[in-house]
């Protein structure tokens, strides 16, 4: 038998039966303005289109959209599905934004349709399509939407309907819809028609939208529930220029429900959120018959009333108000039936704008945080010493101080500012950013393919990619990347000679061996379960020439691979290890 002088170990390959086991191991794809659906999906030989990468993916697998404008004149469906535990991910590749643009699309044509459930789409543009944005329908379900936008869509920017149930669309925008020629239908975020049930938000705006920022008007429908969290909505009702967008334009910033008939009953429940100068109302019934639960909300300067719940509910259904504020000219409209504690209209309260860091908007529409959160404005925010501090009902969210605050934040609260230098991406968990003082919050820091984690600095240090930090004050956090590579052991001797060089651009490796006689050999790799994952065959060589093997490690995740050389005459192994 030859021997083959492999880099790092080498061994006698003993075949075992974990070898002829069947696993499944996540892929990546990816995708690129200038790739071609004949390519192969690696990042250096990229797909050009959603469709064909979604077809090609199994759960599990992430599909990385390479930053650029994709150019699209027809309606793109994800019909597939993941599970609980595997996921189909479509993500931007990190550090980059991809653009949709579907402005070449008929009208009346959706951009994305998501039909399919278990996906995890995160931050991605789309622009200009014929109707929604982003339709969820046919009982999409288990979808978390992050870090998106959607603007200058013919109809609303993200629309939920036809069934689709606990979807979670997170840190997402949507802004300047408008649906010609009537301008009465696009909203920002619209929760309805025949929607299905727990569906939510969280950390999301809406603004100059033609009709509303939230729509959760139904038909088909009836007594399903909705919660938006930690939520903005502005100039609704309005052109992306400021202008009237007409009769038809509703402008109202959370539409919380109504039907037809006027029955139907639309369950929502509104945390720590937002809604000012808006065309018509702040916070509005319209019709709905469902439960109504309004926590630590703050509407502000909008036309119509800032709240609005007058119309009776359904038997056993209720509306509680507690711990809002609101401040302008027309404050409130409630019917004696809502159930209300400590909110700034009541007796014992006298609220002006003194009561507040600022009453201008200034950067309500900024650049989000590097983690997709919110951006930090002062905006609304309670002065100290303002009779809205300590002044509120325990409701189950967290809160500083002797009790809860006023309105949609809590003062004293920290923030955890993230920035990040290289190619990888951190999250927060608890995710949001902003915390309660002594909140435990874990920091992970991820490395996109390709590229190593080296450490964090600023108000954190280490190395490791996973720390655990205790708020007590505001906290900057930078985390530091790097090219990473993929190493092998150079071992020589006078009969062979084998190694693997460090990973170059785009994620290949260079295979380098020789052999003391002229043969045929295949070329395989194996993950830890024992799946080859990678191989080519029938490579000719000969006696003492160099042969060498660019093996692109692109798709491969971190982690320890088995690297087997087999002929008639020769079997050896090595460890090669992407990191």
């Known amino acids: 038998m030859n021997k083959l002088n492999l880099v790092l170990l080498i061994v006698i390959l003993v075949l075992t039966n974990c070898f002829n086991l069947i696993h499944t191991e996540a892929k990546q794809y990816f995708i690129s303005a200038s790739g071609s659906d004949s390519n192969t999906g690696t990042i250096s030989s990229p797909y050009l289109t959603i469709t064909k990468a979604a077809g090609v993916a199994s759960a599990g697998d992430t599909i990385y959209m390479r930053g650029g404008t994709y150019t699209l004149t027809a309606k793109i469906t994800l019909s597939q599905s993941g599970t609980s535990t595997a996921k189909r991910n479509l993500w931007s590749y990190p550090g980059e934004r991809a653009l949709l643009d579907f402005s070449g699309e008929s009208f009346g044509t959706v951009g994305i349709n998501l039909t399919g459930s278990y996906w995890y789409i995160k931050g991605i543009s789309v622009y ?14 288990y979808n978390t939407i992050e870090f998106c936008e959607f603007y200058e869509n013919r109809d609303s920017g993200l629309q939920i309907d036809g069934g689709a149930n606990n979807n979670s669309i997170i840190n997402c925008d949507s802004y300047y819809n408008a649906d010609p020629s009537d301008y009465g239908d696009a909203d920002g975020f619209a929760v309805k028609m025949a929607v299905g049930t727990g569906n939510y938000f969280y950390g999301c705006r809406s603004w100059n939208n033609c009709d509303d920022g939230w729509d959760g008007y139904l038909r088909g429908a009836d007594d399903v529930y909705t919660t938006i969290e930690n939520c903005w909505t502005w100039s609704n009702g309005y052109f992306k220029d400021g202008t009237d967008a007409g009769s038809n334009a509703n402008g109202n910033g959370f539409k919380m429900g109504g039907s037809d008939d006027k029955t139907l009953m639309h369950n929502f429940t509104l945390k720590n959120c937002l809604a000012f100068n808006n065309k018509a109302k702040g916070f509005d019934q319209n019709n709905n018959k469902g439960n109504m639960t309004l926590y630590n909300c703050t509407s502000y300067n909008n036309v119509g009333y800032n709240f609005s719940i007058t119309s009776s509910l359904n038997t056993n ?7 809002c504020a609101s401040l302008g000219t027309n404050v409130k409209n409630l019917g004696s039936f809502v159930v209300q504690y400590t909110n700034s209209w009541l007796t014992g309260f006298t609220t002006t704008s003194a009561d507040f860091q600022s009453v201008l908007s200034t950067g309500a529409a900024g650049a989000r945080q590097a983690d997709g959160s919110l951006p930090i404005i002062t905006f609304m925010h309670l002065v100290s010493g303002s009779d809205l501090i300590d002044a509120g009902t325990d409701v189950g969210i967290a809160y500083n101080g002797t009790k809860p605050d006023l309105g949609a934040w809590e003062t004293g609260n920290y923030n955890v500012v993230i920035t ?25 820091a991820t490395p996109l393919l390709g590229y ?15 720390q655990t930090i205790s708020v007590n004050s505001n906290i900057a956090i930078t985390a530091s990347f790097t090219t990473s590579t993929t190493k092998v052991a150079n071992i020589n001797n ?12 785009d994620g290949f490796t260079k295979l380098t061996f ?30 003492g020439v160099s042969n060498i093997v660019n093996i692109d490690l692109s798709s491969f995740n971190a982690g320890v691979y088995i690297c087997k050389i087999l002929s008639k005459k020769s079997l050896a192994t090595c460890k090669l290890i992407k990191l």
């Open 128 to 141: 200009g399509a014929g109707d929604n944005g982003l339709h969820i329908t046919s009982n999409a379900a």
């Open 317 to 323: 259904k209720t509306c509680t108000i507690v711990n």
């Open 420 to 444: 990040t230098s290289g190619n990888g991406f951190v999250s927060l968990n608890p995710s949001g950013g902003v915390y309660t003082a002594g909140t435990s919050v874990t920091v992970t």
């Open 452 to 466: 190593n984690f080296i450490n964090f600095s600023g108000d954190l240090s280490g190395s490791s990619t996973q």
């Open 494 to 505: 006078a009969n062979t000679f084998i190694s693997c060089t460090p990973t170059v651009t």
């Open 514 to 543: 020789s052999l003391n006689e002229s043969e045929t050999v295949d070329l395989a790799i194996y993950n830890s379960k024992g799946t080859l994952v990678w191989m080519q065959k029938g490579i000719n060589t000969q006696k």
